[in-house]
């Protein structure tokens, strides 16, 4: 979703990626149903949707934790499926993950400087890299200063830092390897509001300095507004909706984006009295769908017969913005 450019110019692109599996009982279930998009270098996707939208399983399918049913990723213009086992690794270092819990994602019995070297010494085994060891220990205090730890907690664990403070570690260890696109998935919803605008703070930081990329995938859209350039929504695995940030909060065009903005509190007392919130009906549907109609439809505050006759393809309405919606047929 973006204005014409030659196709070497975009650092990555998903084209119709989907992801269904058995759910045991005979039902196929679509945790990703045709995803394409592309990102440009330097800039930040925001991906926002509730739990169970595909966000996460999208990021994964990207670095391939896990397989796609279908559909093909590329990076820099390579197509990621179509690279030997010795091509990949070189591709692989410029695309790295930081998750959601830096508690679960630390090993609890390394310490700052093995966390945030790990790659390195992988990649050194592997031969893929040459690095001396006083470099690779360079490299973590250097990292450290990077993301705001000082030097002196160089041989703490993880489990002796503030929930903020394993966030910088992991962040660290994603810039050890110096990639170019890094996913972030819910990298601060468990932490404290104060401390979520300082990690925020941290990634434009590093974006700036390090020209990085972003997915940054959050279901706070107060989260999401502060970093993104663009924002793509989905709901069951679709896109629903995909415009620049400011475009998309000012002129929200899909029902469920609608919704979740008005779910979404703003710093103004007197507009969040009188504003008008949104409440839909249900939780998410399942992902487990035969029918040829909206997945919406069910929780949909403003579906007509329309609805009914064809799952809505995602169509440009202008200056880039993008939404799958009978009403803008």
């Avoid at 703490?156 to 998935?185: V, Y």
Wanted: with cysteine; proline share 4%.
């Amino acid at each position: 979703m973006d204005k014409e450019q030659s196709a070497e110019s975009y650092l990555l692109e998903v084209e119709d990626v989907s992801l269904f599996f058995n759910n045991g009982e005979k039902d196929e279930v679509r945790a990703l149903n045709g995803v394409s998009f592309k990102l440009n270098a330097g800039e930040t996707l925001g991906v926002v949707g509730e739990s169970g939208s595909g966000k996460s399983t999208l990021a994964r399918a990207i670095v391939g934790l896990v397989e796609p049913t279908g559909g093909r990723v590329f990076f820099e213009g390579r197509d990621l499926a179509l690279l030997s086992k010795k091509e990949l690794p070189a591709i692989k270092r410029n695309m790295q993950m930081i998750f959601q819990d830096p508690h679960d994602s630390l090993d609890p019995r390394m310490t700052v400087c093995e966390l945030i070297v790990e790659p390195l010494r992988i990649y050194k085994k592997r031969g893929l890299i040459k690095i001396s060891e006083k470099e690779i220990i360079e490299r973590a205090k250097e990292l450290m200063r990077k993301v705001g730890l000082q030097e002196v907690y160089i041989n703490r664990f993880a489990h002796e830092f503030s929930g903020g403070q394993r966030q910088r570690i992991g962040i660290a260890r994603a810039l050890t390897l110096n990639p170019k696109l890094i996913l972030a998935d819910e990298p601060v919803s468990a932490l404290d509001v104060s401390i979520q605008v300082q990690i925020l703070n941290l990634f434009k930081d590093l974006q700036n300095e390090l020209g990085l990329t972003y997915l940054f995938i959050s279901h706070d859209l107060a989260v999401i507004r502060h970093i993104s350039n663009r924002i793509m929504v989905m709901y069951l695995g679709k896109i629903v909706e995909f415009a620049q940030a400011g475009e998309l909060y000012r002129n929200p065009l899909h029902p469920y984006t609608e919704a979740l903005l008005s779910a979404a509190p703003v710093p103004d007392p007197e507009k969040e009295k009188t504003r008008r919130r949104i409440l839909l009906e249900g939780d998410l549907n399942s992902a487990v769908t035969k029918r040829n109609v909206c997945f919406f439809y069910d929780r949909c505050f403003k579906r007509n017969a329309q609805c009914l006759k064809a799952i809505p393809a995602l169509k440009d309405v202008g200056e880039g913005h993008y939404v799958a919606c009978v009403l803008y047929d």
